[in-house]
């Protein structure tokens, strides 16, 4: 699909919008706050639980902008959003927005020697 490749960053921002759009819809949004009491701050069960519903959501925004059904069209998505995120900090907002939803917060402290 080379139709793929051509994506403009104003594309790629207008669907990660809608995917954070379809996050917030009650019932997905529901659903995720549910899952995220049962996994408490458990990195495991944020993985297990909550990361498959999140991509479940983008596949589906995903799959009506011409990406494949399933595992390759979210891994290509995926790889353009990583390409462009590192050049446009709305692109990588956006991304960090969705990820939120099944990363833990993490906190950095001041403990640490940042003298690297």
Known sequence: MSKIHSFTTDQVRAILREIVKS???????????EAKEAAGNEMLKMMQIIFPMVVQIE???????????GREGMVQFTQIVREMERLDPEVARLHNDIRSHFLPPVSITSAFDTSL
């Not at 996050?23 to 706050?33: C, T």
């Open 59 to 69: 596949m589906e925004v995903i799959k009506n902008h011409g990406f494949a059904a």
């Open 23 to 33: 996050i917030a819809e009650p019932e997905n949004f529901m659903k995720l706050n």
